[in-house]
C-alpha cells in the first residue's frame, strides 16, 4: 500500500462548479496534512494545510480532514480555468518524514 | 531576489560530465532540501540540511554528492550519472527541520536531462 494516495485523474469539471480532491494515507500517526499545487513546468506551491479534525477554509479553498479514515479533501468552489494544475498532497507522519502523493491533475474547462 | 531561487533552469549533460545545481533561499530559513521528481512518481526526497549539517540521505546513490556551505546556500554536485536520472530537481527550504508542521517553499527546479 502507498503510504499517500491520491487518484491521478484527470478531474475535469465546468468553470464555476466545485472541485474535489481526494487524498488517502496509510500511517496513523500522522500529525500535519498539507496541499500543494503544481502548474505544468512550475514548482509546487503550499495553498493549505490542515493539523486537526473538521474542515479549514481559505477563501475558495476548503480542506477537510479525518483522521479516523485516514482521509483528507481539498474542495475548490467556484473553479476557474486558472484552477487547472496538478494537486499534490503532503502528509507529515511525526517522525520528521513528510511524504507525497502523486497528484491529482484538475482540467477546470471555461 | 525573493525566495528560493535555483539555477540553472535547464541542464543537458552526458553520462560522463560532471556538473552543479545551486540553490539559494532568502526566506531566513534553518532547513533545506533536495527533491527529485519523476513522471508519475511522487516527490522523493534526495537530501535534508539543518543548519548546514545533513540530517538525512535516502538511499542516494554517491553520483549525487549534496554540499550545504551554509544556512543559505545548497548544492548539488552530479557526476557519472544515469539516463534514468533525467528528471526535475527541486530545492526546498524551510523555517526549520524539527517542527512536524514544516511548511516546504519550492525553487523553481531545474530540468536535468541526462544523455
Known amino acids: 500500500q502507498k503510504e499517500v494516495e491520491q487518484n491521478s485523474g484527470p478531474l475535469s469539471v465546468p468553470e464555476g462548479a466545485i472541485a474535489s480532491l481526494n487524498c488517502t494515507y496509510s500511517?496513523?500517526?500522522?500529525?500535519?496534512f498539507f496541499w500543494y499545487r503544481q502548474y505544468s513546468g512550475k514548482s509546487p506551491e503550499l495553498i493549505m494545510s490542515?493539523?486537526?479534525?473538521g474542515d479549514k477554509e481559505d477563501g475558495r479553498f476548503t480542506a477537510q480532514l479525518n483522521k479516523a479514515s485516514q482521509y483528507v479533501s481539498l474542495l475548490i468552489r467556484d473553479s476557474q480555468p486558472s484552477d487547472s494544475a496538478t494537486y499534490l498532497c503532503?502528509?507529515?507522519?511525526?517522525?520528521?518524514?513528510?511524504?507525497f502523493g502523486t497528484g491529482t491533475r484538475l482540467l477546470v474547462s471555461p | 531576489e525573493t525566495g528560493v531561487t535555483q539555477t540553472p533552469r535547464h541542464l543537458v549533460m552526458g553520462m560522463t560530465n560532471k556538473k552543479s545545481l545551486k540553490c539559494e533561499q532568502h526566506?531566513?530559513?534553518?532547513?533545506m532540501y533536495w527533491y527529485k521528481q519523476s513522471a508519475k512518481k511522487p516527490l522523493e526526497l534526495m537530501f535534508v540540511?539543518?543548519?548546514?549539517?545533513?540530517?538525512e540521505n535516502n538511499s542516494v546513490p554517491s553520483r549525487f554528492s549534496p554540499e550545504c556551505p551554509n544556512s543559505s546556500h545548497l548544492f548539488l554536485h552530479l557526476h557519472t550519472l544515469q539516463p534514468e536520472d533525467s528528471a526535475l530537481y527541486l530545492c526546498?527550504?524551510?523555517?526549520?527541520?524539527?517542527?512536524?508542521?514544516?511548511?516546504?517553499?519550492f525553487g523553481s527546479g531545474t530540468q536535468l536531462s541526462v544523455l
Open positions: 540540511y539543518s543548519l548546514e549539517e545533513r540530517v
Open positions: 526566506l531566513g530559513h534553518n532547513a
Open positions: 490542515i493539523y486537526s479534525n
Open positions: 526546498a527550504s524551510s523555517q526549520e527541520r524539527a517542527a512536524t508542521n514544516e511548511k516546504l517553499f
Open positions: 503532503a502528509v507529515n507522519t511525526g517522525f520528521q518524514k513528510l511524504v
Open positions: 500511517d496513523r500517526v500522522s500529525q500535519s
